[in-house]
């Protein structure tokens, strides 16, 4: 029985304005109702250009559960290809990333394809003439995707030949990913390595909300943080001795509740939004030697200041990526079933500052996002116990009150109290709003 | 120990793996030199233990910390607790040098652990290097590979 397909009604009664009902998370048609309308409708992350550096590098990734290829063509730009055959179906490349030379060549009959996508030659030919081949799907290729746009080496793809403007759709949450891309005295990143890759038996959209939930750090990590604090005052250590890079990492997710309050967080139109207004859990790192002078020299210093003044906590891009622009991470949380998400946690290099960043950046990627980390251990458990909770008949709604004022206007920027959860309210708002935009109906 | 025997160097990494099986967490903290690294790369074959990410790169303040995490009241994926099991193939010697008392060697093995009705199977290289420290093996380093390190994985709460 369907009971959502299509159903703009349906799918709007799912959303109240402090409270979500509990299918958006655990029904399988709600979810596919998502890859079909949310992931085609909105600007979704593939990957970054330094993943893909010289013609015919590519990287196979997904856009919701949609199998694509990110490729750079030979004219240099990148394209994003849907990863089937217009022949039979295959996938055209499965290894997670490789060079294909001037073209794709089909594994199963050898059609082959230009790295925009374009047919370039079938074998045996002839046993398509007067068959109207010329006048099929199969003629034109590999299909783009609707549409692509590379902002600052971040490339995002729409699904949809049709919908919002790239602009439109980010506006001025752009800063953030400016901030991370300026960090580097050249202005420029680089992938580091390949990226953690941890499996969540929960929905995606639990990972997306935790990226603002500021009440839970002190609680679900007191075991890794505050055991690390109580550790490093029991050690024996002579005085004044500089705490270590994995302490200065892992201690403010002990941070007091007032911390998190006073740090602010700011939402934008159309789902974005971020913690650490004024300051995060960033703030406190130390200097690394030689930075400040090497940003200086490239922006000057009034400029470097602002730069590395910004302290943003985690920014997230709506529907599916984290970014933190301090140390240069981006989480990409890839749907797979209503209840099966697959975090991939990214790092990039500033190129042209010290190598001393990237270490933290590892070190904070594997304390904090690995399948390994104390610290992602307990968001997993939180995350599972409630994918498993939300089907007790105890109650069908989920609650998103915490500082909730009557007529908020998610079409205004606004800064408010780091512990509000409007941030997640913006991002149903969003919800309902790219679910329904392709369903017909009166909005 | 005069000089560790064959048999003395197979034993020690039977017996650390046992110690983690048994949940000797203290012993086994025991068995490290205080400037000594635990490390699970990311991907097969990396080199580089600090400018690409890796599952675990742990000094012996890290240890301690996750030992101490699993002890703790609050620790909520570790309600319950997660077992582990070892299954190792007979180490091999790769490396000797009495001289300067450092030996390295070469364990295939078999992970499981488990907790609650999920249990995972992990096949995986272990490479320690010891050294030979007032009469006693110590780690100085373990590097564990993961036969399918860049795979997805849930949980995977314990050492290997
Ligand atoms: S399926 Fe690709 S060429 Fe036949
Ligand atoms: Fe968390």
């Given at each position: 029985m369907s009971r959502y397909a299509s159903d703009r009604r349906a799918i709007e009664a799912?959303?109240?304005?402090?409270?979500?009902?509990?299918?958006?998370?655990?029904?399988e048609e709600v979810f596919e109702l998502e890859m079909k309308h949310l992931f085609a409708n909105t600007w979704v992350f593939v990957g970054h250009e330094s993943q893909t550096p010289g013609k015919g590098d590519y990287i196979t990734t997904e856009i919701g559960t949609q199998p694509v290829i990110m490729v750079r063509h030979t004219d240099g730009e990148i394209?994003?290809?849907?990863?089937?055959?217009?022949?039979?179906?295959?996938?055209?490349?499965?290894?997670?990333?490789?060079?294909?030379?001037?073209?794709?060549?089909?594994?199963?009959?050898?059609?082959?394809?230009?790295?925009?996508?374009?047919?370039?030659?079938?074998?045996?030919?002839?046993g398509y003439k007067d068959t109207g081949l010329e006048e099929s799907e199969s003629v034109k290729g590999m299909a783009?995707?609707?549409?692509?746009?590379?902002?600052?080496?971040?490339?995002?793809?729409?699904?949809?030949?049709?919908?919002?403007?790239?602009?439109?759709?980010?506006?001025?949450?752009?800063?953030?990913?400016d901030n991370m891309v300026d960090r580097s005295p050249e202005g420029r990143l680089e992938v580091a390595g390949p990226p953690l890759r941890y499996m969540h038996r929960c929905n995606w959209k639990m990972l997306v909300e935790n990226q603002t939930d500021t009440c839970h750090p002190m609680v679900a990590h007191e075991s890794s943080a505050g055991t690390a604090i109580e550790l490093w005052e029991q050690m024996e250590k002579p005085e004044g001795?500089?705490?270590?890079?994995?302490?200065?990492?892992?201690?403010?997710?002990?941070?007091?509740?007032?911390?998190?309050?006073?740090?602010?967080?700011?939402?934008?139109?159309?789902?974005?939004?971020?913690?650490?207004?004024?300051?995060?859990?960033?703030?406190?790192?130390?200097?690394?030697?030689?930075?400040?002078?090497?940003?200086?020299?490239?922006?000057?210093?009034?400029?470097?200041?602002a730069i590395l003044g910004e302290n943003r906590h985690n920014t997230v891009y709506f529907p599916n990526i984290m970014i933190k622009g301090p140390i240069q991470q981006l989480r990409l949380f890839k749907p797979v079933a209503a209840n099966r998400t697959l975090v991939e946690s990214y790092i990039y290099r500033l190129v042209g500052a010290p190598d001393m960043l990237l270490e933290r950046t590892a070190m904070y990627n594997r304390l904090i996002n690995a399948p390994t980390s104390m610290v992602g251990h307990d968001d997993l458990e939180m995350y599972e116990r409630a994918q498993e909770g939300l089907h007790s008949d105890g109650l069908e709604w989920v609650n998103v009150q915490r500082l909730y004022a009557p007529d908020e206007n998610f079409d205004e920027i606004a800064v408010e109290n780091g512990t509000t959860e409007r941030q997640m309210r913006n991002q149903f708002h969003a919800w309902t709003k790219y679910m329904t935009m392709t369903m017909g109906g009166d909005a | 120990m005069a000089f560790p025997t064959r048999d003395d160097l197979i034993d020690f990494v039977y017996e650390e793996a046992r110690m983690l099986d048994d949940g000797r967490f203290d012993e086994w903290l025991d068995l490290w030199t205080p400037d000594s690294f635990y490390w699970m790369p990311l991907d097969y074959?990396?080199?580089?233990?600090?400018?690409?990410?890796?599952?675990?790169?742990?000094?012996?303040?890290?240890?301690?910390?996750?030992?101490?995490?699993?002890?703790?009241?609050?620790?909520?994926?570790?309600?319950?607790?997660t077992r582990c099991h070892h299954v190792l193939q007979r180490p091999f010697i790769d490396h000797r040098d009495d001289?300067?008392?450092?030996?390295?060697?070469?364990?295939?093995?078999?992970?499981?652990?488990?907790?609650?009705?999920?249990?995972?199977?992990?096949?995986?290289?272990?490479?320690?290097e010891l050294k030979l420290i007032d009469g006693r093996l110590k780690i100085t380093h373990k590097r564990v590979d993961l036969l399918n390190s860049d795979a997805a994985f849930g949980n995977i709460q314990m050492f290997l």
């Open positions: 799912l959303v109240r304005p402090t409270e979500v009902h509990r299918d958006i998370y655990i029904d394209r994003v290809l849907h990863n089937r055959c217009p022949h039979k179906g295959t996938k055209i490349a499965i290894d997670r990333a490789g060079n294909t030379g001037k073209f794709f060549r089909c594994p199963y009959h050898a059609w082959s394809f230009k790295t925009d996508g374009c047919l370039l030659a079938i074998p045996l030919r002839k783009p995707v609707g549409a692509v746009k590379n902002y600052r080496g971040f490339v995002f793809a729409r699904l949809n030949a049709e919908g919002p403007d790239f602009e439109d759709f980010f506006g001025q949450s752009l800063s953030s990913i001795t500089k705490k270590p890079m994995a302490m200065e990492v892992i201690a403010p997710f002990m941070s007091p509740y007032e911390f998190f309050e006073n740090m602010g967080i700011r939402t934008w139109p159309n789902g974005h939004g971020h913690t650490g207004v004024h300051h995060s859990i960033h703030s406190d790192y130390s200097a690394i030697p030689g930075y400040f002078e090497q940003m200086v020299a490239a922006y000057g210093e009034e400029r470097a200041r | 074959n990396q080199q580089d233990d600090r400018h690409v990410t890796s599952l675990l790169h742990e000094d012996a303040f890290m240890r301690k910390l996750r030992i101490e995490r699993f002890k703790g009241e609050r620790t909520f994926s570790q309600k319950p607790k001289e300067k008392g450092e030996y390295t060697t070469h364990t295939s093995f078999h992970y499981v652990e488990t907790r609650l009705d999920d249990q995972i199977l992990l096949a995986a290289t272990a490479r320690h």
